[in-house]
């Protein structure tokens, strides 16, 4: 069967692509029934291949990384060439209105996730990214896209302002989000995701496996398998 691909796209950069790309692959490859799950690293940052190597040889990410940031305009081309070999690709794209990489990866995508914070400036600086879904559509046209809230701080002022913004986007809302939490910063610096920090991150695992429950529901909802 032919990987299901994810990707992450907004022309705001530190609205935590990396972060949700991370926590859906690991949470997808930590699950039942050995699925094999790619992330594609486009970003030439590398945040998601740096994150990856921190780990240890003796617990190391639960998903494979490749870097593939020098395929610009063909990583549509590349990421074709790993299809037959994981059951889920997730591409972590660059944060760049005018950039041709999210464009190409928009190409082979089943469901394009844009994590946006819940803050006005935050919002209007990311509501373009709707176009380059658009117009990737006229090629892909089973293309999904759902808006992630992160680092959602609920029942707050600057919050309830955030939600108006968000028809602007014309993208559906996740029900699901991540809320504002100190340890997805460090999850990097681990080369883990929270799962790994035990009963302290209890409700940031349930966060993130609900939301990737939501993601596999609109990706491929014949396959979803509760978590646990």
């Not at 990384?65 to 590349?78: D, F, Q």
């Not at 380059?132 to 959602?152: D, F, K, P, S």
């Not at 460090?186 to 920090?197: D, E, I, K, L, R």
């Amino acid at each position: 069967m032919r990987a299901k691909i994810i990707s992450l796209v907004n022309q705001k950069g530190g609205c935590g692509k990396t972060t949700i790309s991370m926590h859906i692959a690991g949470a997808l490859a930590s699950r039942r029934g050995g699925k094999k799950v790619l992330v594609v690293d486009v970003d030439p940052q590398g945040t998601a291949t740096r994150w990856a190597a921190s780990a240890s040889d003796e617990d190391p990410f639960p998903a494979s990384v490749v870097g593939l940031a020098a395929a610009n305009t063909k990583v549509h081309r590349e990421v074709r060439k790993f299809v037959n070999d994981y059951d889920f690709i997730i591409i972590d794209c660059p944060p760049a209105a005018d950039s041709p990489v999210p464009q190409s990866a928009l190409l082979i995508t089943d469901v394009a996730l844009v994590p946006v914070i819940p803050s006005p400036p935050d919002l209007w600086a990311a509501i373009g990214i709707g176009k380059t879904i658009e117009g990737a559509r006229t090629v892909n046209e089973e293309l999904q896209a759902r808006l992630v809230l992160n680092q959602m701080q609920a029942n707050t002022t600057l919050a309830r302002e955030a939600l108006e913004i968000l028809p602007q986007f014309g993208i559906p809302v996740a029900v699901r989000s991540l809320a504002f939490r100190q340890m997805y910063r460090q999850c990097a610096a681990f080369g883990q995701t929270v799962h790994s920090f035990g009963s302290k991150a209890r409700d940031a695992v349930e966060e993130v496996e609900a939301l990737t429950d939501e993601v596999l529901l609109v990706a491929c909802p014949e396959v979803l398998q509760p978590h646990g």
